[in-house]
C-alpha cells in the first residue's frame, strides 16, 4: 500500500501511472535506435527490439554497437543472441547495467539454465509447471511434447521452439522493411547544399536504375540524412505516377533541402522507394490519351510542396446512395465514370438541407418549397426517381426513411434543383423534403 511505501521511506518520491505516456517514450526510443538499424520495435512495458543482422559492422561490431547502447541508455540490460526469443530472455535475466553477447549457434545452451517465466509464458501456465516440477528450459526441454501440449496446450512448445530459434518470431516492426533502397556513408561529414545536392544526385540515379531494370517506378520515396549528432532528418514525397527519372526525382528532393538542418554535417544518406509500381507501357495512336509529361511534372511539384493528401480527384464508388456515389483517388488514375440513371447535379449539398415543400398528390413533385428563407414556385418538374437504402450497411434506419423519392425541378427564375422526399402520408412520420443538390 501506498501509506506503508511511505512509512517505510518518508523522503518517498510519488508520480501517477501513465501507460500511454510510457508507450510514447518506447516508439520515441525506437525511432532512435533506427540509426543503429532500420528494424526496430518497442516492446511494451518496458523493452525495445532491435534487429541488426547485417547492421553491426557498420558499428565496429556487437560489442562497440552494445557499448553504444548502454552509454546513451543508460542504465539498461541489453542481450543480442541468434533469436529474440534467446536475447529478450537474457536481457531480463541480468541484475544489473550489462551486456550480454552470446557466441553464434551458442544460445541454446546459454538460456538451458534459465527460469522458465523468461519464454514469456502466462502466469498461470508457468505455475502450473512449476508445481509438476519443471523450473527451468532445459527440465522442459526433456518433456515429451505431445505430454506437454495435452495438459498446458501449445504455448509451452511454441514459446520454447520460438527461443530455441525453431519457430519465426513474429514481430510488428515500426517501419517495413524497404526493398529498394540505396545508402551511402560519407567519408567527411558534408553540410552544404551543393554537396547534399549532389549526393541526393547520386543516389536517384542509383536507385532508378535499379527500378528501372526491374519495370517498376516509385510513387512515395524518403530521403533520411543521418549526422554525426545521431539526429536523423526525413524528406518524404509521393509522385502522381510511378517515377523512375532521376533527375525529376532529384529536382523533388532539392526543392525541400531547405527543410533539412544539417548541423555539423550529415554523415550518411539513405534513399528509400516505401512504394513501387509497374511501369505502364503506352502505344501512341493505340491507348487511351494519358496525362502530358508537363502536367504530370506540374502535379508531382504540387504535391511535394502542398502535401500529396491535398491533392486528390474525385473517383466513382459503387453506390446507388448519393452521398456515397464518389470518392478520392491519385490525380493521375484513370476514371471511367459510369452512365447514371437519372440526371444528376454537379453540386450536392453535404449533408441534405431541410426545405417546407408543399405537393398536391403524394406522388407528384412540389409546386412550391421554401429553401434559406426563399419561396421557390416549380414550372418543370420529372420524377420521382426512388434510391432505396443499402441494407448491407450496419446503419439501420427507420421504416419510413428506406428509401428516396427524387425529383429534378426547375423553378420560375430557371434555377434547376434535385430535391427528394422520405416517408409517405400515412406513415409513422410526417413527410419531410430535402434540398441535396443543384444543376448549374
Not at 16 to 33: F, Q, S, T, Y
Not at 218 to 245: K, Q, Y
Not at 398 to 406: I, L, N, Q, T
Request: charged share 25%; with cysteine; glycine share 6%.
Amino acid at each position: 500500500m501506498l501509506s506503508q511505501a511511505r512509512a517505510l521511506c518518508p523522503g518517498l518520491q510519488i508520480d501517477e501511472a501513465n501507460p500511454e505516456a510510457d508507450l510514447r517514450g518506447l516508439i520515441a526510443l525506437a525511432h532512435w535506435c533506427e540509426r543503429l538499424s532500420p528494424l526496430t520495435s518497442p516492446d511494451p512495458p518496458d523493452g525495445l527490439w532491435i534487429d541488426i543482422t547485417g547492421c553491426a559492422h557498420l558499428q565496429g561490431g556487437e560489442a562497440r554497437l552494445a557499448d553504444r547502447l548502454q552509454q546513451r541508455l543508460s542504465p539498461c540490460r541489453l542481450a543480442i543472441a541468434d533469436t529474440a526469443g534467446a536475447a529478450w530472455a537474457l536481457a531480463r535475466a541480468a541484475t544489473r547495467n550489462t551486456a550480454e553477447i552470446v557466441p553464434q549457434g551458442q544460445h541454446a545452451n546459454r538460456i538451458a539454465a534459465l527460469p522458465i517465466g523468461l519464454l514469456r509464458l502466462d502466469t498461470r501456465i508457468v505455475a502450473g509447471l512449476q508445481r509438476v516440477g519443471l523450473r527451468s528450459v532445459e527440465a522442459l526441454r526433456r518433456i515429451p511434447r505431445a505430454e506437454l501440449a495435452a495438459r498446458f496446450g501449445p504455448s509451452p512448445s511454441l514459446q520454447l521452439d520460438r527461443a530455441l530459434g525453431l519457430q519465426p518470431e513474429p514481430i510488428i516492426w515500426l517501419r517495413a522493411p524497404c526493398l529498394w533502397h540505396q545508402h551511402h556513408r560519407f567519408v567527411e561529414p558534408i553540410s552544404t547544399p551543393e554537396a547534399l545536392t549532389h549526393a541526393l544526385a547520386e543516389l536517384s540515379s542509383q536507385l532508378t536504375a535499379r527500378l528501372e531494370a526491374a519495370g517498376l517506378g516509385g510513387l512515395r520515396f524518403r530521403a533520411r540524412f543521418i549526422r554525426v549528432d545521431d539526429e536523423a532528418f526525413d524528406l518524404s514525397l509521393a509522385t502522381a505516377r510511378p517515377l523512375h527519372n532521376a533527375a525529376r526525382l532529384t529536382r523533388l528532393l532539392t526543392e525541400r533541402l531547405d527543410q533539412i538542418d544539417p548541423g555539423f554535417g550529415v554523415e550518411a544518406l539513405l534513399l528509400e522507394a516505401m512504394e513501387v509500381a509497374p511501369l505502364t507501357l503506352r502505344q501512341p495512336g493505340l491507348d487511351a490519351p494519358s496525362p502530358s509529361e508537363d502536367l504530370l511534372d506540374m502535379l508531382d511539384t504540387l504535391a511535394n510542396r502542398i502535401g500529396p493528401d491535398r491533392l486528390w480527384r474525385p473517383k466513382p464508388v459503387a453506390s446507388h446512395v448519393p452521398e456515397r456515389a464518389s470518392g478520392s483517388t491519385s490525380v493521375a488514375s484513370p476514371q471511367n465514370w459510369p452512365t447514371p440513371p437519372g440526371p444528376r447535379p454537379i453540386r450536392l449539398l453535404t449533408p441534405p438541407e431541410p426545405i417546407e415543400a408543399t405537393a398536391p398528390v403524394p406522388d407528384d413533385p412540389p409546386v412550391m418549397f421554401r429553401w434559406r428563407s426563399a419561396l421557390h414556385r416549380v414550372q418543370a418538374a420529372s420524377g420521382p426517381e426512388r434510391i432505396a437504402h443499402e441494407w448491407w450497411r450496419r446503419s439501420d434506419p427507420s421504416d419510413d426513411e428506406r428509401f428516396r423519392d427524387y425529383y429534378y425541378v426547375e423553378d420560375q427564375l430557371g434555377g434547376r434543383f434535385w430535391l427528394f422526399r422520405t416517408s409517405l402520408p400515412g406513415a409513422a412520420r410526417p413527410v419531410r423534403w430535402y434540398m441535396h443538390g443543384l444543376f448549374g
